[in-house]
């Protein structure tokens, strides 16, 4: 029983490079979402796919991009990555019917130089 | 969403219960109040939510009082592996069910 999926797990990246991180769920859910966590604080929401085929942005969409591949795929593109861009990035999925939780991954740690 | 207010920190002895409150004074009727933890920069876990009634499961339960202004997390007997911030969400589900975390509780269990 996976769950959420997120790889990798870990990546250092230099200033300008470009990467897809990847979220694949197993547990069939409509909606999934990608949130970012910076050091000391709350998890924000980068941006966000109600269902398949629709992606809308969150809080703080700026440098990055997203793909729903299918309904358990969910990717995050950083086109030109910069050191605000640092962060810890976690995918989660949930269905949309009242009171269902969202399901959050272990989190991939980026690290921009 | 409504915002909500919880105290930065809290320490809790092993083996009692840990209260973590929450204000969400300006709650609707109609948004639900969840909570989350977070152990050491894991990915957020999931535990209990409520609209109106008291909630319990195996891992702690949920007091919402009357005119639904704030709540309560209990877990009846912390152990250590209780120590983690604590995220209190209200949230109002329908086309897209975002959460708004703040910067929660850090629960720290004391041997």
């Known amino acids: 029983n996976a769950g959420v999926t997120q790889t990798p797990k870990f990546q250092v990246l230099k200033t300008g490079q470009s990467m897809t991180l990847q979220c694949a769920q197993d547990m069939n859910h409509n909606s999934m979402y990608w949130y970012r966590q910076d050091p000391g604080m709350g998890l924000r929401l980068i941006y966000y796919?109600?269902?398949?085929?629709?992606?809308d942005k969150g809080e703080v969409p700026n440098g990055y991009n997203v793909s729903r591949l299918n309904k358990r795929e969910f990717s995050l593109r950083l086109e030109s990555a910069a050191p605000s861009q640092t962060s810890v990035y976690f995918c989660?999925?949930?269905?949309?019917?009242?009171?269902?939780?969202?399901?959050f991954g272990d989190g991939t740690r980026l690290s921009i130089l | 969403d409504a915002k909500t207010t919880q105290p930065t920190s809290m320490d809790c002895a092993e083996g009692r219960a840990a209260n973590l409150p929450c204000n969400h004074s300006?709650?609707?009727?109609?948004?639900?109040v969840y909570w989350y933890r977070q152990i050491h920069s894991q990915g957020p876990q999931y535990i209990i939510h409520?609209?109106?009634n008291n909630e319990t499961n195996e891992m702690a339960s949920l007091i919402i009082t009357e005119d639904r202004k704030s709540s309560t997390l209990i877990l009846p007997h912390a152990t250590l592996r209780d120590t983690a911030v604590y995220y209190c969400i209200v949230i109002l589900w329908g086309a897209t069910n975002k959460l708004i975390f703040g910067t929660g509780t850090l629960l720290a269990v004391q041997p």
């Open positions: 796919s109600a269902s398949e085929g629709t992606t």
């Open positions: 409520g609209l109106k």
């Open positions: 989660a999925s949930s269905d949309l019917q009242d009171g269902q939780p969202q399901h």
């Open positions: 300006t709650i609707s009727g109609n948004e639900y």
